[in-house]
Structure formats: C-alpha cells, structure tokens
C-alpha cells in the first residue's frame, strides 16, 4: 500500500475496561473518497513511555484521536509527545451506530481499504455483531479505535502541509 504525501493522516486509541490499547492509522485519499487503514497495534502494558514511542513511529505529527473516557490517558501520552487531538470524541451508541454504517458502506463499496498484512483487523472486523441491535462499543477494540479516527477524521493533516509549513532559508557557502 503506497500512501501518498498528500493524503490526509490521523491515528486512534481505543482504551477497554482493562486498560488495554488499541491503535490504528488511516490515510485519506479525498480525491477518491477512500480511507486507507494502514496499520493498527495493541499495547498490553501501562508503561507509556513504551505506548508513546509505539503511537509515534510512524510519525509524530500525525494526530491521534481519542474518547472522552480516556481523558487520563490521553494526557499522561500528550506529556509524552504524542500529538492528541485538543478534543476527544463524545461516543455515544447513536454515533457509534452511524459510524460504524459508514464503515461498513465505505468497506462494501471499497472506499474503505484495510492492509492485507492486518489480518486480525479484518477478522474483528468480519465478526463483529450487533448485540441486542446495538452497537457494542467495547467488545470489538478495532473497529471502536476505527471510529474515533473517522470521528475526527477533520483533525487529520497531510505530511506536504506540514513540509510547506517548515521555513526554507537558501543555503549559502560560509567563507
């Protein structure tokens, strides 16, 4: 999967119960209207300075999207150098059930792209059921982590925004 310069970025943290997290990274191709789902991580531990590098290597700049129930967390990885969002998303069983039709149309109509090599995502994602006819918004880590990120899928930025917005000082021969 080639991910150009000038698609659109952002990254999600789901945190369940047990204080598991679950991260995934999207790229936006507005042009075509697809998402690109490039990678996705667990992080079994609460040792955030482990978590922080994790979420950053595949570039700081990239923001990460999180849920209001994780505001604790979400401030001990921004103090850590992760770029989270200046707000969370507000999760509610309503959001969720539109985000995740979204989702599923994006996924049947291949505007919505997974990384062949993640296969976990694409099982989560094939088994997941509604229960009672919701949304279950911590059975399925993934997906939850995917919505968050579509959520906010407006903070996302591009790696040519942030190359144009470095200064450019002409290079000169010091004599």
């Not at 945190?15 to 042009?31: E, F, L, N, P």
């Amino acid at each position: 999967m080639n991910i150009e310069e000038t698609w659109k970025r952002i990254a999600a943290i789901h945190v369940d119960q047990s204080g598991r997290i679950t991260a995934v990274w999207m790229a936006h191709d507005k042009q075509a209207d697809t998402i690109y789902l490039y990678n996705a991580a667990e992080f079994e531990t609460q040792d955030f300075p482990i978590i922080a590098e994790g979420l950053t290597a595949l570039g700081r700049w990239i923001p990460i999207a999180w849920e209001h129930k994780a505001k604790e967390i979400a401030d001990k990885l921004l103090d850590r150098g992760c770029n989270m969002t200046a707000e969370p998303t507000k999760e509610t069983e309503e959001l969720a059930d539109v985000l995740s039709r979204e989702i599923n149309t994006r996924i049947k109509t291949d505007r919505f792209v997974i990384n062949s090599r993640l296969q976990q995502v694409k099982t989560e994602v094939g088994t997941a059921r509604r229960v009672d006819g919701k949304v279950p918004l911590d059975a399925h880590p993934y997906l939850s982590a995917m919505r968050h990120a579509i959520a906010m899928l407006s903070w996302s930025r591009s790696l040519r925004k942030k190359k144009r917005a470095q200064k450019k000082y002409q290079e000169v021969a010091i004599v």
